[in-house]
């Protein structure tokens, strides 16, 4: 057996990840970092659009501050977040854009003078003042009061990225990559590390550590269509459920996103419908003015998600080997525009699907040639470990987890887009803060016969794997899954339907457990990786069927057909999943959310349907609470963060809470 | 309209004792829009769960699928099989990186390697407070470090290199890119001098043959040889 020791170990080498490792070795911690690919490949780099954080640079996005950003993330969760973290984040956020600055992220900076947008479909002309050139720029994004959203042109992920991964080769963070966490060690409570896979020698090593965080990412690839990269299945927070004492939160608040390109899921961006691109059905018909005549296509993405699946059911989809689907058609904004202003946008329609989507010619069906074929496809998990303020788990001791792996709680039932490139990096300040103090302030007090125990029960388990000579096959099975996931907890959901997939997805879990397996290598052996990685899967999205089967209410982007009332008076609350050992379902639990807490109590969004809401009395009492509360302190003088303070005091490192300056208002 | 394709891939695994090189062969069915992700994912699910390779996003913004497709380097996610008349496509792994198994390589290692070499950081002696206004950039500047921040790692460029597959020390152009990066970044405060320390002899900008083979079959579309070149000139100009 190969012990290896660290202070920190760091499961998952994205942006949370790396962040996470940056904060922990500033402290002097040594720290590991284990990935599945070489880190600057994570996920992470996807991310196209930008990062949020309230700079207020630029013209508009002059007045914005931590309270806007704030009150913005708090209506996006559909209330369902913890507002004490939704601060921290946005506090901190916009510190975490001028440290990534400094260490060569090449954001978009300003240009001083004219120049010209389109708002509202309208053409606009910008002044920006002599005094902001050259400092970082913000884009429009959905959901947000001002432009807010950071960028570097069209790859703000990858550029990010990479500036984190050299900060980290800077200060001799130790990656490895090609390495799989595949089972947590831990004792009375107490996390101690994990058992880590080699995926190229198929060899297991314990890594042992003061601290262990899990920074994962998200569990897309439960679901059949997804934007999500293939390594996004979920196997950091599925091997934290099987310690059966660490929870997991929300696994039912699933986002789903109106355009990937079919059949690849690859994103195209929102920027599309904002610059005037329409959806169209079988027929060419464009569809979204009869559900919404106000916002049409530009409707929140939950919304137009909804309306172009309950259309494709009324029969209007364009049928494919793929399945049905509909049409992006921007062709109607003209060549040079899509040229200058979508240029990704037309490569990836090239090359993916063979067809230039500045084509406005019509083939002999009617049908544009250069339609994009568009289905919307499951995109972000808002559930995760389930973690307190701090990212460590309230039930399994130095088990730490960031990033979209976490249910750190800043999204809540539904996440703004900008909102989760930016966790990232800011959980990963917080979170690897908080864990670098832990493992300051922590030794590791466990004996090598117990981590044996762990390293022996995973190597006898991959031993069963191997010589399995059950019934099913595991790609089967996997395919299955992804399946009824897709059919019945997708964006449509219904008592009935949920009900059929929890009884067959408990039904694929105990095949997977009788599978046969061909290849009988240890290692280099694809089917192996999937043999082990499937149950696991399976767990994960048994979490998600059986919380979307109880919850009773539509909450953000979890809608239920037959609960279409979001239902504060039941269900302003957080699911809990557990998984005790030998079982083929989850335990749910539940941890209200106390609205008398609250900074923002429970309200209507702003946008969606209205008078949509079952009440719960508090909401009313705490608003009451709260605008005397602001009217008095305003009346005696006193400045924002005063106020807030007195309304919902937070918990945050004090180089973190310190105010944000901003050009013209300082630190007001 | 569909039609048959074959599909041959290497196969070997240097780490086992019985495993020797060879290509397997798999027809397949072709469906609209197919890519290698699709025809490689369908043949390890119903004809061969054995055969490695390495996908990650699958949509051209990782790097993590570049191998040879009939001999050329390119990103296997975004090659479509429609581009292929006789329907034969031949798969082999990355030449120059270390060999894990099938088509899958090991440039993570490398790239490593490549990273520390060039000290991929910005050095500054300037501290920074987090809380303060950040440091002003000219807007052109910011989007001139941008166009060379673009580089996915995919290892193609030195896949297609005449100089790194004869000498196993050579930067590629892929660290000669970031050491024009970080030159043209005004945050980082290195150099000429600096630069020729990390990169000024054989192994690194005078090792280029100038065959151009990296700019040719790069997928981000860097403009290698103009750096190249231009770094080429600063770095010969050092006394």
Redesign the interface.
Known sequence: MNIIYSDALIIGGGLAGLRSAVATAEKGNKTIVLSMCPVRRSHSAAAQGGMQASLGNSKMSEGDNEDVHFADTVKGSDWGCDQEVARMFCQTAPKAIRELASWGVPWTRITKGDRSAIINAQKTTITESEEVHGLIHSRDFGGTKKWRTCYTADATGHTMLFGVANRCAQLGVDIRDRKEAIALIHKDGRCYGAIVRDLITGELDAFVARATMIATGGYGRIYKHTTNAVICEGIGAAIALETGVAQLGNMEAVQFHPTPIVPSGILLTEGCRGDGGILRDVDGHRFMPDYEPEKKELASRDVVSRRIMEHIRKGKGVKSPYGEHVWLDISILGREHIEKNLRDVQEICQIFNGIDPADTELDENGIGKGWAPILPMQHYSMGGIKTKPTGESPTLKGLFSSGEAACWDMHGFNRLGGNSVAETVVAGMIVGDYMADFCLENEIDIDTKFIQSFVDKENDYITKLINSDGKYNIFEIKNKMKDIMWEHVAIFRTGEGLEKAVKELEELYKESLNIKISNKERFGNPELEEAYRVPKMLKLALCVAKGALDRTESRGAHYREDYPKRDDANWLKRTLASWKDGDTMPTLTYEPLDIMKMEMPPAFRGYGAKGNIIEHADSAKRQKEVDETKERLKAEGKGRYEIQDALMHYELQPKFKAPNQRVGVGNE | MSRKITIKAFKY?P??KISKPHFNTYELEE???M?L??ALNQI???FD????F???????????CAMLVNGKPQLAC?T?T?DYEDGVIELMPLPVFKL???LSV???EW??AM??RV????H?T?V?D??????????EL??K??EL??C??CGICVAACGTAIMRNDFIGAVGLNRIAR?RV?P??ERTDEDFYELVGDDSGIFGCMSLLGCEDQCPKHLPLQNQIAFIRRKMASVK
Do not use: H
């Open positions: 695994n780490l086992s469906t609209s829009g890519t992700f699709v390890r699910e119903n769960p054995d055969l490695s390495d996908f990650v996003c699958r949509a051209g913004i990782c790097g993590s975004r479509l429609k894990i198994k099938d090991n440039t993570g790239m490593a990273n520390s000290e991929s950081w910005i500054t300037k920074t987090i809380s303060k206004q950040e440091e002003k950039v000219d807007p910011a989007q470090t941008f921040d673009r996915i790692e970080f970044d945050l980082d």
